[in-house]
């Protein structure tokens, strides 16, 4: 069964100072790789998806994800990062080979972004 | 598109009773999933349902627990007997038609319903 770890639980950085939120996903024949976000009092908002081609991704809002398949991992990155972005991040792998995408997350990380 | 949306927002109940959450899907999705995220934890896969075919049942979910889509639009799910072992955020989401059954797109979330038991 897949499973995910997302090494640090939580991440305090300060405005606009880079950061990166570590993914590391189980191995498996194809995968299919998600960050979610969850803003304080929100539902969990899909941030950024690989399904295949180019293994470097990106959201509307400046975040990046790199699919690495030789270290299995799916690490967030933002060059520069505002309060707004405070929140928790979810990464999620779905196992292409399974019916449906259930997806399976990890415990997250909490993003503090201080001023 | 209105969202994925969820009702009661909370629930408090007294353990022994039981409870049910609805779900409503955006419209043109035919994918629907529950998951439950405690605190601390990320969402764990409950069950899904494609249509109104309930095609996977996680180990999580107990003999108490019942999801149904009659009519592959709403969902509810039913726990009867609860515990304070169930105590947590019920989350619905849902995604669009399938094309094939290794197509995956984006789950698209609701708000969640969030289960006390006192």
């Known amino acids: 069964a897949q499973s995910v770890t997302q090494l640090d639980s939580q991440v305090p950085v300060f405005e606009e100072a880079p950061v990166e939120l570590r993914c590391n996903y189980s191995?498996?024949?194809?995968?299919?790789l998600f960050w979610y976000v969850q803003y304080p009092n929100q539902g969990l908002q899909l941030l950024l998806k690989?399904?295949?081609?180019?293994?470097l991704v990106e959201s509307i809002n400046g975040f990046e994800a790199e699919f690495n398949k030789s270290q299995t991992s799916f690490h967030l990155r933002k060059p520069s990062v505002h309060i707004s972005d405070t929140a928790e991040y979810f990464c999620a792998v779905s196992d292409r080979v399974e019916y449906g995408n259930k997806l399976v997350f990890g415990a997250g990380t909490i993003l503090r972004v201080k001023s | 598109d209105t969202g994925v949306s969820q009702n009661p927002r909370h629930k408090i109940t007294k353990r022994g009773q039981n409870v049910t959450f609805r779900c409503d899907p955006i419209s043109e999705h035919n994918r629907l999933y529950w998951y439950r995220q405690t605190l601390g934890q990320g969402p764990e896969f409950l069950t899904y349902f494609q249509n109104e075919a309930q095609l996977e049942k996680s180990r999580l979910l107990s003999d108490r627990f019942s999801a149904e889509r009659p009519k592959g639009s709403f969902s509810t799910l039913e726990i009867q007997r609860t515990e304070q072992g169930d105590s947590a955020m019920y989350l619905c989401?849902?995604?669009?038609?399938?094309?094939?059954?290794?197509?995956?797109?984006?789950?698209?979330f609701g708000n969640g319903t969030r289960l006390t038991v006192t």
């Open positions: 191995s498996s024949v194809s995968v299919y």
């Open positions: 989401a849902s995604s669009e038609k399938a094309t094939g059954p290794f197509y995956n797109s984006p789950l698209h």
């Open positions: 690989y399904l295949s081609g180019s293994t």
